[in-house]
């Protein structure tokens, strides 16, 4: 009794350091999972899985709506020679990324998501340059979030204003972020958005924002930020999220 005692305080006594340490501090956000590890790709089922292992407050990752008006996972807009948008989902999902797999479908990666109910989905829908197809892409993104009942742990980003529009109309309580860095934090407060997700370069030009931000309860991430110089920055600058390449130099310096 007495050894799982002193078991059980040490435990205690290790995660309230761990608490006095972290907190105030940026949350990790992996950006397109931790593809940088062994086995990973960009935007992947098993970076998903390895942001997720080393604990990362979150894990972001790429949507398009492709032709045929299914959701895929992929960042850029042309890869291997075909358009996301321009292809259906069978052409696309048969692409190969580095590591093996092949293009995942947003269903098989919210089906891997469900698996690890302790990292945040952060869901970007990329802009596609048509306001109505957006509009589509935000509604079934909408619906299959709900259907895998993680809405709760979604956050939604987007260089769009108009997916960003979109998304508030069709999910009042969901945190939506802008990304594309030109609206001030009032303006942004004023389209009842909840936070900004801009460049380091950005804010690196107008720092005054994040306090201001801030100031209106809006929160704050900074994207994408890998070399240790510009962490420690952006970690004294007490934004609330980095989003990053290096998750693990990010964690290291966050102790």
Not at 69 to 96: F, P, S, W
Not at 113 to 139: F, Q, V, W
Not at 204 to 231: D, F, K, S
Request: charged fraction near 20%; glycine fraction near 4%.
């Amino acid at each position: 009794m007495k050894v799982y005692r002193t078991k059980t305080t040490l435990i205690l006594f290790i995660s309230f350091l761990f608490c006095i340490t972290t907190y105030g501090q940026p949350k990790v956000i992996a950006h397109r999972g931790y593809w940088k590890a062994a086995q990973g790709a960009q935007n992947s089922l098993a970076s998903w899985t390895q942001a997720c292992n080393i604990g990362c407050f979150g894990s972001e990752f790429d949507v398009w709506l492709t032709a045929d008006d299914q959701l895929i996972v992929n960042h850029d807009r042309l890869y291997k020679g075909i358009y996301m948008t321009q292809a259906n989902a069978e052409v696309i999902c048969n692409l190969k990324l580095p590591n093996g797999e092949t293009i995942p479908t947003l269903e098989a990666y919210l089906q891997q998501a469900k698996k690890h109910p302790n990292t945040r989905l952060i869901l970007e829908l990329k802009s596609h340059g048509n306001d109505e197809r957006e509009i589509l892409a935000a509604e079934k993104i909408s619906v299959m979030l709900q259907q895998h009942e993680l809405l709760e742990r979604t956050d939604i980003i987007s260089f769009s204003l108009n997916a960003c529009k979109a998304f508030r109309h069709l999910l009042p309580q969901t945190r939506i972020q802008y990304l594309n860095g030109d609206l001030t934090p009032q303006e942004v407060h004023n389209l009842g958005l909840n936070g900004i997700d801009y460049s380091f370069k950005t804010l690196q030009r107008h720092p005054e924002w994040i306090e201001q931000a801030h100031q209106l309860g809006l929160e704050v991430n900074v994207w994408t930020v890998n070399n240790e110089e510009n962490l420690r920055k952006c970690i004294d600058w007490k934004v609330d999220y980095i989003t990053t390449d290096e998750p693990e130099l990010l964690q290291k310096l966050l102790l």
